[in-house]
């Protein structure tokens, strides 16, 4: 199984960036998936869900800002965001949840996003 996530880098204040993961090795139209991010000193938390259905979740802090979208015909979750804070600045994760479980059954390697001016 692999996550593969790119898209981070450098951006100023109100700026914009597209994250992108790749799933293989799984049945991903079963499973949830989901970005979560870790600033640093800090836990990992989730920033946004989608569904196998397309239902979405996101966390108050990005709401409005942050939009998490799918496409299982590629295997690809994509998290489009918007209006970055430095707060916003972490490394970015994209998780796979199976059905079956409580918890991100996989994850990804990570990507830096650094929003600084």
């Known amino acids: 199984v692999q996550l593969v996530e790119s898209g981070g880098g450098l951006v100023q204040p109100g700026g914009s960036l597209t994250l992108s993961c790749a799933a293989s090795?799984?049945?991903?139209?079963?499973?949830?998936m989901a970005w979560y991010r870790q600033a640093p000193g800090k836990q990992r938390e989730l920033v946004a869900a989608?569904?196998?259905?397309?239902?979405?979740n996101y966390a108050d802090s990005v709401k409005g800002r942050f939009t998490i979208s799918r496409t299982n015909a590629n295997n690809t979750v994509s998290l489009q965001i918007n209006s970055l804070k430095p707060d916003d600045t972490g490394v970015y994760y994209c998780?796979?949840?199976?059905?079956?479980?409580?918890?991100?059954?996989?994850w990804g390697q990570g990507t830096q996003v650094t929003v600084s001016s």
């Open positions: 998780s796979a949840r199976h059905p079956w479980t409580p918890s991100p059954s996989y």
């Open positions: 090795g799984i049945t991903f139209n079963i499973y949830t």
């Open positions: 989608i569904t196998p259905g397309g239902s979405t």
